[in-house]
């Protein structure tokens, strides 16, 4: 199963002098189990780009294709995209409309005309699947902290059933604990479901943490897309565009640009360390 865009175009307002050309020519194609990181500076077209990958934005032109089907095509059915690949919305607890947790997450699959005890059962396993504790199913939205909001409304949309899971920002305005928390189950989750997870960020420390594959856009474009090592490989690039490496990158590239023989691929705090360590014993039994 796979979802493939091909030389995909977007223009808002076409025809208008207000035109703005969004997307331009993107292709790519995303397998089911991967975990990516989509990237870019402001401006650069990741939420124009995960619109088109539930059908919400339908494009000016080139093709998409889900599970083998045209989703283009006049008879396909867009719920069955809509069905299997779920989007988190940036701030996703300003949609959190029931009296209580419980009940908004059974709102989805609910909406899939689901038998009752299903509904029950969807909702029970996608609220233990972002680690919410059971004494907060049943409090309304109001007492709940914004990071188990967050968490309540990411597993609405995990109540579905996806394949895959596009989350925009999903840490935007959270602290470091509310952060780790929620990438930290976002990655148990898809360790544990198998569900692909597409996760827009401005964190470059986040995706070189957790992702396997990094996709950075640009002024519409498709730059890189590439094991997170090789895309920050080209951190002086990706400067060039608004973005940058993980501070480890530049510390590593510093040491050895002072003559340590550190591995400037680390691009996590633990890679890094191992590096510095094996140095350093390496200097220790000489
Ligand atoms: N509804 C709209 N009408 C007109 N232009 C739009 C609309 N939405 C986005 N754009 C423009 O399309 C381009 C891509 O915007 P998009 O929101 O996809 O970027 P982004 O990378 O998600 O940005 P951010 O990181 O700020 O969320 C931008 O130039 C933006 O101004």
């Known amino acids: 199963m796979a979802l493939i ?6 223009t808002y ?4 002098g207000f035109e703005k050309h969004a997307l331009k020519d993107v292709s790519c194609a995303i397998d089911k189990g991967e975990f990516i990181g989509l990237i870019g500076h402001t401006g650069s077209g990741k939420s124009t780009l995960i619109q088109h990958m539930n059908g919400i934005i339908k494009a000016t032109s080139g093709n998409i294709f889900f599970d083998g089907e045209d989703i283009y095509d006049k008879d396909y059915d867009m719920r069955k995209l809509r069905n299997k690949v779920g989007l988190v919305f940036q701030y996703p607890e300003h949609q959190l409309f029931e009296t209580d947790i419980f009940k908004d997450v059974c709102f989805g699959p609910r909406n899939q005309g689901l038998s009752e005890k299903d509904v029950q059962l969807r909702a029970f396993e996608a609220l233990r699947l972002v680690g919410l504790e059971e004494n907060l199913y049943y ?5 709940l902290s914004g990071g188990q909001k967050r968490r309540a409304a990411i597993a609405g949309v995990l109540a ?5 899971l596009i989350l925009d920002e999903p840490t935007a305005g ?3 604990k509310g952060r780790d928390e929620i990438l930290g189950h976002i990655r148990k989750l898809h360790d544990e479901t198998g569900i692909a997870v597409i996760l827009v960020s401005h964190s470059m420390e986040d995706v070189a943490r957790y992702v396997d594959r990094i996709m950075v856009m640009n002024q519409g474009q498709l730059i890189y897309d590439d ?3 090789n895309v920050f490989a080209h951190y002086k690039e990706l400067e060039r565009v608004g973005l940058a490496a993980p501070d480890v990158t530049y510390i590593m590239n510093e040491l050895r640009g002072a003559g340590l023989d550190v591995d400037t691929d680390a691009i996590t705090i633990e890679e890094a360390k191992e590096s510095i360590l094996r140095l350093y014993k ?5």
């Open 160 to 164: 579905m059933r996806p394949d895959y």
């Open 13 to 16: 307002e076409a025809g208008s």
């Open 174 to 176: 959270l602290d470091p």
């Open 5 to 10: 865009l091909d030389k995909v175009n977007y």
């Open 282 to 286: 390496g200097i220790k039994t000489c």
């Open 139 to 143: 409090q309304s939205p109001f007492d």
């Open 227 to 229: 094991k997170p090592r």
